[in-house]
Structures are given as C-alpha cells and as structure tokens.
C-alpha cells in the first residue's frame, strides 16, 4: 500500500500531545481533517510529497486544541455586544458605564450588561432600579450580575415584562420587594425570565451575526470545541447553528445540552436530528440550585450569615431522581449545575439512584462548578463515574470575604477542591462558563496553577493547585471523555481529528503570571486553519 502523503506538516521543538507532561520536539503530519501521524521531523519526511505545505513553528507550543466544557453560547454572543461591568468597584462607577454603552449603542431597543457584582462595591450594597431609572427613563435596561443567577433592571424592563407589586414570585424565582413592596429591581433565578423573554427577543440575522462574531472570538483563543448548556428560556438558535454548519461555516464543535425536564420524547427528537461530527446532542442538563452570593446555593446545613436559610433545591428532589433515573435508560447523559454541598450530594444521589435503578453503564453524568462540597461527596465523583466539570477562574471571581461570610469558615476549608477531586480520581474538565466569565481559557489554566484570589495576591487553599500539565489535561481530554470523544480527540495522535492550537510562546517556558496573557497564534479544526494571527498559514 502506497504511502499516504499530508496536505500539511508543522512542527516546533514544544509540542504538547497530552500523552506525557511535558512538551517535546515533534513534527505533526495532516491530511484532510485527520492526524496521520506524530513523530520526529525525519520520521514525518516519509509523508512529505511535493504538494505539502510545510511550517516551522520554532519554540512555540502546538497543543490539541481548547474544549470548553461548559459555556452558554448565545448568551455570551449578546455580552460581547453589551456592556461589561466586571471592573466597577461602586454603584455610580458602574452606571457611568451603562450610560456610556447606552450612548454609543442607540440603535439598542434594550441596554444590556453583565458582570457587575456588588460584592466589589464600595458599600456592597445590592443596586436598585431607582438609580438605573435616572439614566434610563425610557429605555428598558437589564443588567446581569457576575454569577448570572440574578438580574438589576430599571421600571421601563417591569413594566415590559409586567411585574408588578402584585406578581407572584414563579417557581424557583424570587422578585426583588422594598419597604413599601415594589419591585426594586432585582429579580432572582427563574423571576429573570419574564424580562429576558422581551431583551432576547432577536431576528435571525442579529442571531446569525452575533454568533459569527462569537465563532470569530473562539477561534483567536484556540478554542476548538464547545459545550452549550441550556441556560435561561432564551435564544432559540439551533437553526442559526445547523445554517453555519451546512455552509461549512461552523469553526468550532458544538455539543448541545438541552433541558432536562422530563419531556424525552423531544430531546430524544433532537438527539435524532442533531449528531454529526460537527453539532450533536450530548445529554441533558438541569439547573439543581443558584449562587452562593445570592444565598440561592443549597446547602446541607444553613448559611453562616443568615441562619433561617441554606437555600433550596430548583425542583423536589424525587423529580430531579425520577428525571435522571429515565433520562439515564434513555442512555443519555446528565449533567447538573451544583454549587452548594446539599445540591451536589443530590447530584450523586440522583446519578447513584440511576445506576441501581437502570445497572451500572459507562453513562459519564457530570456535576458542574462544585463549590462548596462537603468532604464524604469527594470520593463518590470517582466511585460513580462522574466527571468533575468546573471553572477555576469561578473562585477569583466573587470577593472572597463576602463569600467566606455566607458560608462560614468550616466550609469554607472545602471549596473549589481540584486537586483533592482529581487526586481521588474524578475526570476533570474545565470550561469558563462563558458569559459568566470570559472565554479565554489560558485565564481559568492560571487560576488552577497559581490560586491566586480576586486580590491579585492571596493563594486561596495552595493545597489545591494543579501542575501546568494537568491544568492543559483538564481543558483537552477531560472534556474530550466526558463527551465520549476521547477516540477523536483530546490528545495529538494518529487518527485523530486535526484540532490543533499553537501558542505564540510556550507555556512550560513562561512564569505562571504571563500565561493568561499569551496569545494564539494558530487554530486548526478539522485541518482547516480557522484563525491565523500572522497570516504564517495560507487559509
């Protein structure tokens, strides 16, 4: 048989193929969408033909590409298009911001933010929608704060969305009252929904144009595959991303988490329809509980600092392990946002329920963001097979104070534990949570390996630090497994799927502080070079 010769071969003296911790000299070999082969610049010779293009990356690090595990696509298309309140630090400063996104952008039916958080705020008061009624009169106003589990809107947004003094509070929702019980603009968990409902009400070509510009962003981080987790009722936009993909403009894999709410004949419909290469269907997803912050987070024991609460579960857990246990016979799998150490142990409980129910299955279930869990639900990760899926840059982003405060210093000694989960043998993937924190993974890599707080100085629990290697692990072939794709991708070997990122230096080389700064200088998918910051690759 004759040898098969590469449309493309790179090559650097670093080269991170996820199958040792450490880069090494290598040259990779492509031919269409796959890796033909991984090998040494002479023994990659034998696939050089007269066509081949060839590129020498020198120094710079060539990595399977970045897999974010969880993010929330159509939402973070809106936020690169609104404004960001991350680095106000008091209510004023924040609503010179809005003023001035509201300024720029009158075209905007809706001014739209995220990220502000009053935890950062001079007075760490939370806002209300008196002071937003003093910029924006007439236009509706809707303002996400950082963890994205409640909103600040001004009167115009209620009036749209015709909350009232009278609105009851909906399931697993909570609208905001003052002293004299008017809705004073802040609106919890599932009370957004009526506001978001009118704010995302978008045309397919706004849709279209700001998931193009989405893709775009993705791409110049070395993003090569995504998790879409169904999030609030919002955009619908499976047929913008089936457009792009049938006019092979689809830059990054798409993994669909629709709703897990007992209704499986149409996510099993979907499953059906959406299960290609590029965009598919790969389990289920639900809400269990809200936001430490906002007192939301289900807790096994009450809030250190408002004793009457431990907040509470989004749905009765009977229905939350009767939905599992079905979803689970349906082989699909299930994944749940669970923040608190009650709304974990109910995570596991459930999954642990499925697997006497149904029998033991390779299922790969996953519990998402694990912030506060209490010792026992540690080594259950590994006993059931579930994977760890969190976002290490999560832990700088509250002020760790007010975060200490809520959930007092006992539990405080168990949050966010990377190592000890990875070390008891949980799979671990990483992901950002995309619009609730930029998208940038180097940023959550940093976090793991430095655990440095919000201060820029502080190392919140050292104990839990990650090494470089496994960090880069935990953003490739953690969620590479975790979506049953661990044969096509992940890792930089022979019969993979070319989704290939190189970095414009190498993160072995570099002090921890530099590694959130560097820039990608290539990203391949399927072999087609999708973002090229040099112009080095003829796309």
């Not at 680095?87 to 075209?107: G, W």
């Not at 798409?254 to 290469?277: C, F, M």
């Not at 004793?307 to 349906?330: C, H, L, M, N, Y």
Request: hydrophobic fraction near 40%; proline fraction near 5%.
């Amino acid at each position: 048989m004759s040898q098969q010769l590469a449309d493309v071969i790179i090559s650097s003296k670093a080269v991170f193929t996820g199958l040792c911790d450490q880069p090494e000299p290598a040259s990779i070999a492509i031919k269409d969408n796959k890796i033909l082969a991984v090998g040494s610049e002479k023994e990659i010779k034998a696939y050089l033909g007269e066509n081949t293009k060839v590129y020498q990356f020198k120094d710079q690090l060539i990595m399977p590409g970045f897999h974010d595990f969880h993010l929330h696509i159509m939402q973070g298309a809106v936020s690169l298009n609104s404004a960001n309140l991350f680095a106000a630090r008091s209510e004023d400063e924040a609503l010179e911001m809005i003023q001035e996104f509201a300024r720029s952008n009158p075209e905007n039916p809706w001014v739209i933010g995220f990220t502000w958080d009053a935890g950062y705020w001079d007075t760490q008061q939370l806002p209300n929608r008196y002071s937003l009624d003093r910029i924006l009169p007439d236009r509706p106003a809707l303002m996400f704060h950082a963890e994205g589990h409640y909103a600040w809107v001004n009167s115009k947004a209620l009036e749209i969305a015709q909350i009232t003094r009278n609105t009851e509070n909906p399931s697993y929702g909570i609208i905001g009252k003052d002293e004299e019980g008017e809705p004073d603009g802040i609106l919890y968990e599932k009370a957004m929904n009526a506001v978001v409902h009118h704010a995302f009400n978008f045309s397919n070509e706004y849709k279209s144009k700001i998931f193009s510009h989405f893709l775009t962003h993705a791409a110049s981080l070395g993003i090569t595959a995504v998790h879409d987790l169904h999030g609030l009722k919002t955009i619908e936009s499976l047929d913008v991303f089936k457009e792009f993909e049938d006019k092979g403009e689809l830059t990054a894999r798409i993994h669909l988490w629709p709703a897990l709410n007992g209704n499986l004949e149409h996510v099993k419909r979907l499953r059906e329809t959406y299960q290609s290469d590029k965009l598919r269907v790969s389990g289920l997803k639900q809400f269990i509980d809200g936001v430490i912050t906002a007192r939301t987070a289900y807790l096994i024991e009450p809030y250190a600092d408002q004793p009457d609460t431990r907040g509470e579960a989004s749905f009765p857990p009977e229905t939350i392990k009767k939905w599992v246990v079905e979803a689970d016979q349906e082989g699909f799998s299930v994944r749940f946002h669970a923040i608190g150490d009650g709304a974990i142990r109910l995570a596991l409980d459930a999954y642990e329920e499925a697997q006497k129910t149904n029998g033991k299955r390779d299922s790969r279930h996953s519990v998402e963001h694990i912030e506060v869990i209490h010792p026992d639900d540690i080594p259950r990760f590994k006993e059931l097979g579930v994977t760890a899926s969190m976002q290490p840059d999560h832990f700088a982003m509250s002020e760790r104070g007010v975060y200490t405060d809520r959930i007092g210093l006992e539990r405080e000694k168990y949050v966010f534990p990377i190592k000890t989960l990875q070390e008891t043998g949980a799979n671990l993937a990483f992901g950002t949570d995309f619009p609730i924190d930029v998208l940038n993974p180097l940023l959550q890599i940093y976090r793991a390996v430095t655990r440095i707080d919000s201060s820029g100085e502080t190392v919140w629990h050292p104990h839990e630090r990650i090494t470089l290697a496994e960090a880069l692990k935990a953003y490739t072939a953690g969620p590479a497994y975790g979506s049953f794709r661990e044969g096509e991708l992940g890792t930089l070997e022979a019969g993979k799927l070319a989704d290939i990122v190189v970095l414009e230096k190498n993160l072995f080389d570099l002090p921890a502080e530099d590694i959130p700064d560097t820039k990608v200088q290539v990203t391949i998918v399927d072999g087609k070079v999708v973002y090229d910051h040099a112009g080095e690759l003829v796309k």
